[in-house]
């Protein structure tokens, strides 16, 4: 797994296909948003394995990204559950027509999203409770920690065919 990024000098040296207002940090996955820090992707195989390695150099990353000091050790766990909980699931529910998956993180100035990306046309949807299930709520875990820290999630179609899951979260204001 190779973790490539960089941070640009401003938003006109990416060539996204989509552009979105600055008020809205979520949209598609194009880098032309206003107030972008940086943008890192890394692909991956669909498989278990990939779980971990994607939490750990995602952790590796905002820790470089200066969200380490034990002040954001909240909002860094609840990232980190977040990409684990959208690896597992792309893994889990999209390997069979997406072996490989992308994994990426957007740093702006006060948000940053997390998102995967696979092949697979299957659009989730975050379960009920029931209590009877003993696994199906990941999606919901998501929705309810990006809730809680202010942000947004969501699921939007790629124009191969696949999906990008994400979540959006604002960060604390002078985090650097």
Known sequence: MHVRGDVPPDSESHSG????????PGYGSAPDILGVEGVWRFAAPAVDASV???RHAVRDLLKA?????????????????????LVTNAVKHAALLSPQIVVEVVIGSGWVR?????????????????FGRTGGRGLLLV???TTE???VCDVERTAGGGKVVWASLPLPVGRL
């Open 143 to 145: 929705k309810a920690i």
């Open 17 to 24: 296909s989509e552009t979105a207002p600055a008020s809205d």
């Open 149 to 151: 820290a202010g942000g």
């Open 65 to 85: 990204q200066g969200l380490g000091d034990a002040r954001y050790d909240d909002l860094l766990q609840g990232m980190l559950l977040i990409i684990s909980e």
């Open 114 to 130: 997390l998102s995967v990306e696979d092949s697979h046309p299957y659009r989730p949807k975050a379960l009920q409770n029931d």
């Open 52 to 54: 971990p390695q994607a």
